[in-house]
Nanobody
Framework: QVQLVESGGGLVQAGGSLRLSCAASGIDVSRNDMGWYRQAPGQQREMITIMTTANHIYYEDSVNGRFTMSRDNAKNTVYLQMNSLKPEDTAVYYC???????????????WGQGTQVTVDS
């Protein structure tokens, strides 16, 4: 059974930083593409960053240069370092893994439960 457990969300002032963690079980993060999504109130869930098994990382334009995704294979955990946070970054952040192991093939999704990030202006 695959589980993705996020932690690290909270309330932060604009300009501040947070680091989200996603501890995985049932999959090997070093052998599976991984990603982070977010969903703001009243909006659709959007992909903000993905990391392939070849360590290629894609960032959505609104977070590029401020957010950094990384992976610790020994801990089977992925991270999202968020700097220079803005009020518009307020959302529930979700860890994601494609069931196929790669974002090139759609066979469904594994999702974490989400963690709330609130940026106060």
């Amino acid at each position: 059974q695959v589980q993705l457990v996020e932690s690290g969300g909270g309330l932060v002032q604009a300009g501040g930083s947070l680091r989200l963690s996603c501890a995985a079980s049932g999959i090997d993060v070093s052998r599976n593409d991984m990603g982070w999504y977010r969903q703001a109130p009243g909006q659709q869930r959007e992909m903000i960053t993905i990391m392939t098994t070849a360590n290629h990382i894609y960032y959505e334009d609104s977070v590029n240069g401020r957010f950094t995704m990384s992976r610790d294979n020994a801990k089977n955990t992925v991270y999202l370092q968020m700097n220079s946070l803005k009020p518009e970054d307020t959302a529930v952040y979700y860890c994601h893994a494609p069931k196929s192991g790669t974002y090139n093939v759609n066979r469904g999704d594994y999702w974490g439960q989400g963690t709330q990030v609130t940026v106060d202006s």
